[in-house]
């Protein structure tokens, strides 16, 4: 392995690629976030030979497949699209070797990849965070739920060790209290695009280096039911951080009296760092899951702290300002939040029924 910042050599680089001439690539990627990159791509003019992706899946209150967004996004910009539920079968490597290309281009395609795929092309990691920092499949939302205040993009050479190879660009990003998934995403996605860009011109001219990561490491693995309920029992920052890390495809999981429901938008107050209480709220800060409603704002209790409920939306229907859904359920709502346990009911205790989906609507997510 080469030395921090040292040039690549011929260990790094296929034979394939021939340098002083543009590399032609291929491009894997499935979910929301690699849909992004793959246009931010075509936009700065680097264009792949191929999109891999993975098949469609059922989404959505009807379980109709759909193709997912990567693909969608390969077919409106014209771009031959391969779906495979194996991106290490020998047949994708032969698809993208049929188009020309010498380097593969990943941005959460969902699988790991192995030899001989590895071994076969230039393989280039898009990832959402400043490596070694948030490993794993779910770097975007780990980092909003932890409350980091920094992170951004790493393009990396794809190794067998997971997330671990060397890293040829990093760009950083602050995040700010308003920033949720969809948002920080959305910009991470960019940095992303411009990162690769820059990556394959300096393979192409000879000019890329690779620098080992170096640092504390860290796992952002998967998000599991659990992590999407909401947990008052935290200080209030905690649980804005919880909410908008959910925000805006898979959402807060909570309920109150006959109602269960999610919460996508919140602002935390009477923490260090924060706003004061508002007077409507104070009654209920530091009194985790207690409520507070005072004309068209829903207040909750927080171990430390309070939240605001600012977009909800109860189950079956559509999100809604916490105006709005006062107006439609406040007096069913009673004085707390209650637990909801994984199978989409209340625990013991509580009646109503459940808001169904989260599970599935997290795996969509993180695929």
Not at 1 to 25: L, Q, T, Y
Not at 83 to 102: C, F, H, K, M, Y
Not at 197 to 217: F, N, R
Not at 231 to 253: E, K, N, W
């Amino acid at each position: 392995m080469p030395s921090a910042a040292e040039p690549a050599d011929d260990g790094f680089i296929p034979d394939r690629v021939v340098r002083g001439v543009n590399v032609d690539f291929a491009f894997a990627g499935t979910p929301e976030f690699a849909s992004w990159v793959l246009a931010d791509l075509v936009s700065l003019g680097k264009r792949p030979t191929l999109v891999v992706s993975q098949p469609g899946r059922p989404f959505g209150r009807g379980r109709r497949p759909a193709d997912p967004p990567a693909a969608v996004t390969a077919g409106l910009l014209g771009i031959p699209c391969l779906q495979t539920e194996d991106i290490n079968d020998p047949l994708v490597a032969g698809r993208i070797r049929a188009g020309g290309a010498s380097a593969l281009a990943v941005a959460a395609f969902g699988q790991i990849l192995k030899r001989p795929l590895l071994d076969s092309f230039l393989c280039l990691n898009v990832h959402a965070s400043l490596l070694p920092a948030y490993r794993g499949p779910a770097p975007i939302e780990r980092a909003l739920a932890a409350g980091e205040t920094r992170t951004g993009a790493t393009i990396m050479r794809i190794t067998e060790a997971l997330d671990e190879g060397p890293w040829a660009s990093q760009t950083s990003v602050s995040v700010g209290l308003r920033e949720d998934a969809g948002s920080l995403g959305r910009t991470l996605a960019v940095l992303g695009a411009v990162g690769l860009a820059h990556v394959l011109d300096g393979v192409s001219d000879g000019t890329v280096t690779w620098t080992e990561q170096e640092g504390p490491a860290s796992y952002a693995g998967r998000l599991a039911a659990r992590d999407c309920f909401l947990d008052t029992a935290r200080g209030a920052r905690a649980v804005h951080d919880q909410v908008r890390s959910l925000s805006p495809t898979i959402g807060a999981r909570t309920a109150a009296g006959a109602i269960e429901f999610k919460v996508w938008r919140t602002w935390p107050y009477g923490q260090a760092g924060v706003d004061p209480a508002p007077l409507e709220g104070a009654a209920v800060s530091g009194s985790p899951g207690r409520l507070a409603v005072v004309g068209e704002r829903l207040f909750a209790g927080c171990r430390e702290g309070v939240v605001e409920m600012l977009v909800v939306q109860p189950a079956g229907k559509n999100r809604m300002s916490a105006a709005a859904f006062l107006r439609g359920y406040g007096g069913r709502l009673g004085d707390r939040l209650e637990p909801v346990c994984e199978g989409g009911r209340k625990a013991p205790g509580g009646g109503g029924r459940g808001a169904g989906g989260l599970r599935d609507s997290a795996k969509e997510t993180l695929r």
